[in-house]
């Protein structure tokens, strides 16, 4: 009769699945509950969202738009819109009684243009 070649196997298993705990308890220690979890368990946390004015974006997005209280990088090709969405999401914001920064590297925030989609160019930051 074969030998069982399964209990090599569950030994590693074991081993490796007590590498991740240690690993997920070191991420908690360094960033606190709830930085790291295993997906499926625990409480899933409601994300509140800021609407992008494109359905179909937000639908894309998962959460119906762009998290709220979050850091968001937008990126695409130049004149893809990327200064356009970010406008956008800015003036829902700031609708909503929000505070947001916009961070203009380049230097060429046109702010008549954020005025016309709805900024409020005085309380940008």
């Known amino acids: 009769m074969p030998a069982d ?9 074991a081993e490796r699945e007590r590498q991740l705990e240690a690993a997920v308890s070191q991420i908690e220690r360094t960033f606190g509950k709830g930085a790291i979890m295993r997906l ?11 609407p992008t004015g494109s359905l179909s974006l937000d ?11 979050r850091i968001t ?8 819109g990327k ?4 406008l ?9 009684g ?6 203009d590297a380049e230097h060429a925030l046109d702010t008549e243009y954020a005025r016309a989609l709805g900024v409020d ?5």
């Open 83 to 86: 200064t356009t969405l970010a």
């Open 88 to 96: 956008q999401v800015i003036a829902e914001a700031q609708r909503r």
């Open 59 to 69: 639908l894309a997005l998962g959460v119906g738009g762009v998290p709220r209280g």
């Open 5 to 13: 070649k399964s209990a090599p196997q569950d030994k590693n298993l």
């Open 98 to 103: 929000g505070l947001a920064l916009f961070i």
């Open 121 to 125: 160019i005085d309380r940008l930051y």
């Open 73 to 80: 990088e937008i990126y695409g090709a130049e004149s893809s």
């Open 40 to 50: 499926g368990t625990g409480e899933r946390a409601t994300v509140e969202a800021i």
